[in-house]
């Protein structure tokens, strides 16, 4: 079982991509391909040489010619450079000869990547891209985080239903509970989108929890919340930065305090536990879920730790055998309302 | 001019109401109507008699028999609740009674009482309620944040007007920078709703700068965000969530590391100023813009210090006369995009 890894994507790349790769097969042996421009990807391995035995572990190059960046149209770049690192990792995959791919490149492109070589999968609508964020009791799953801003009620059903396969089999939960992001708990509060959702969320096999606010995505009232890709994007990014403004208000303020200042020393058991807690690195990547095949998305500013945990991501996902499983739930032989 | 006030509305209702009405009468010697039942007005009013000398204060009662609760169907209960101190205070600024009214109460009530008895002002498709969000450098105003959850391009380009004109008068903003809530930058970037929008804002007399995600929204990169009000009620509720959360995070891991938590008393300074910094009833209001006449919309958790700041809000609002201003700009003499 061999992962493709997009060494040029990310903002660090070639650096933590290599690196988090080697870190990786270290732990888990597995069988890594890098793709990507072979003399970047020898040249940040031998950076390595003199603390790691390289030839002991799994890794196998494959040169690539171009890169898709941040600012490429996805659908246009994955079209156009068929021999980018991103694309070559997905062809690997659609032929078998990586049971999954990992990149911290465009969202975007990664997703084109993989609807255009993996293919959608038998009776999905459109494939979803989660999220895990961090919650009072652990973390949270948020589907979709982007990936669709426009949707219709069918589409936040299959988020649902297979972000559900997700959690049960990847994360090992028991009967995840499944919360519909809303503006109210009552049924009829919501818009149009998701008053018709609740609807078919309400008939699906699920552990459907009913509405949630706002308020209640960061307490931990459900395992996975359901929202357009729209809603989810900027719940993301907004929590991101309200985090941030807390730090720096807290920064700002000990400043101006010395006695708070002061007592910082003191304070570093805690700064490490919130650190560790909103630390994305620590989930590494994200899945994308309703393609033929394991597509792990990694945060653009992944560092090594984060690509290496986003590879075992991949590994265990291949292990689940998740596509087979949302095959069966949305394709032809069982429909997901019924 | 007096302010009219919903003294049954809100969570802390009647307890809350009279002791803000009390405080804002003490410190603007404004003349305000309190509007409910009469016996529990005197009654918490009889509480204060020890402390101040109420004969001083411009306080008015109207005794109203009924009440409209959180649970009840806003439309609705405006229509049949005739006698709610919510619809007469309404009413008693559609008579030219009162200049505004405040209420703590059903926010959808509110709306709709306003909506009944003030109505529209000409050339506003949707009125919308206003929200102010801390951030880095102060404050960010959000528009619409619940009222109206499904909108057309030409609502959000109104909102934007219409939140313009109340952050230049009423908070003295010379040239408010209005954000377009979005996923990424770009004009190409957004779900359908928004890049229609930004045409529109592009187009029009605001100093717009264009798309702002999630993460910019507490930064304080706009003066003014805009989205429908289904986003904006899970933003703003998330913030909550996530807010607590965090700070719920940092008591937990105190109380893990000893160390930490001697140092608790050093620290008072800074979360006071944390404390301050995200304290909603320093505001204590928000604004509803477009219909005619003052209408401030208090948090149903208000305590007496929300309710006297909201009361100072109405006031304020009831100087500028806003909606004179948003008539000039949205009106048949103003087309919004011209």
Known sequence: MKIALDVMGGDNA???????????????????????????????????????DLTKLNLEIIHTTEVITMHDHPAKAVRNKKDSSLSVCAKLVAQGEAAG???????????????????????????????????????????????????????LLQFA???????????????????????????????????????????????????????DIPSGK?????CDGFVGNVILKFGEGLSDMILKLIYRSFKKHPISWASIPFLWPTLNDLRKKVDYSEFGGVPLLGVDGVCIIGHGKSNAKAVKNAIIAAINATKYDVAKAISEALGKNGKADE
């Open 14 to 52: 070639p650096q933590a991509t290599v690196e988090g790769a080697i870190l990786a097969s270290k732990e888990t042996n597995a069988e890594l391909i890098l793709v990507g421009d072979e003399n970047q990807i020898l040249d940040e391995m031998s950076k390595f040489k003199s603390r790691i």
């Open 101 to 155: 791919f990992v990149s911290m490149g465009n969202s975007g492109a990664v997703m084109a990547a993989a609807l255009f070589y993996l293919k959608r999968l038998d009776g999905v609508l459109r494939p979803t891209i989660i999220t895990r964020f961090p919650s009072l009791n652990g973390s949270v799953c948020i589907a979709d985080m982007g990936a669709n801003v426009d949707c219709k009620p069918e589409n």
């Open 161 to 215: 239903i297979m972000t559900n396969i997700f959690c049960r089999k990847v994360l090992g939960m028991k009967d995840p509970r499944v919360g519909l992001v809303s503006i109210g708990e009552e049924p009829t509060k919501g818009n149009e989108l998701s008053l018709a959702a609740y609807q078919l969320l309400a008939k699906a096999d699920l552990n459907f929890i009913g509405n949630i606010e706002g308020y």
């Open 222 to 226: 459900a395992d996975i919340v359901v």
